[in-house]
């Protein structure tokens, strides 16, 4: 969204989203409209922006957590720091939220911002410590991370399971072949 709109100078408006659909997903634009209705987002481009973390990478890392469940554990997670880049104060009209990669500095330490997030990134530094050294990423105080189909929800106001991902994200939508 960043790339294509605002950092280039322009903005999507609530007439420009259904275009803006259409032209990612032609034939199916009707029903990802009706997924994704201007009313349940706070702007155009945070729905655009829903339309693409879904079917660009949410519904695809979910469908492989449970391919790989298949043979192995697999542990996935949500990273929903929803302010995690305010540090960079992008200028974006749209709040850019969690996009992937975001949780990095929040493995690797040194995060400063809300006590939430300097919480937050305690535990996740001891989640992924402790999965590199035994396979299981666990740390403590934190709540149990079970493995898929569970998904690990890891935000500063909490860090709980959820079984609810793929609705979330309308993975039924994604992960079927287009018509």
């Given at each position: ?23 990612l997903h032609g034939a199916r634009a009707d029903e990802i409209l009706a997924r994704y209705p201007l009313s349940g987002h706070g702007s155009p481009a945070e729905a655009l922006g829903a339309v693409l973390t879904d079917s660009q990478f949410a519904c ?120």
């Amino acid at each position: 969204m960043a790339t294509t709109y605002d950092l280039t100078g322009r903005r999507l408006t609530a007439e420009g989203y259904p275009a803006a659909v259409r032209a990612l997903h032609g034939a199916r634009a009707d029903e990802i409209l009706a997924r994704y209705p201007l009313s349940g987002h706070g702007s155009p481009a945070e729905a655009l922006g829903a339309v693409l973390t879904d079917s660009q990478f949410a519904c695809l890392q979910s469908r492989t957590a449970g391919l790989m469940a298949e043979h192995t554990r697999s542990y996935p997670y949500e990273f929903a720091d929803r302010h995690a880049m305010d540090y960079l104060n992008p200028p974006l009209s749209f709040p850019i939220g969690a996009p992937h990669g975001s949780e990095i500095r929040y493995v690797f330490g040194g995060v400063t911002g809300t006590p939430g997030q300097v919480a937050l990134t305690d535990t996740m530094l001891g989640h992924w410590t402790n999965f590199a050294r035994t396979g299981l990423p666990y740390a403590v105080g934190a709540p149990r991370w079970n493995p898929y189909p569970k998904v690990q929800t890891l935000a500063p106001e909490a860090i709980t399971p959820t079984v609810t991902f793929p609705q979330d994200h309308h993975c039924d939508l994604w992960n079927r072949p287009a018509a």
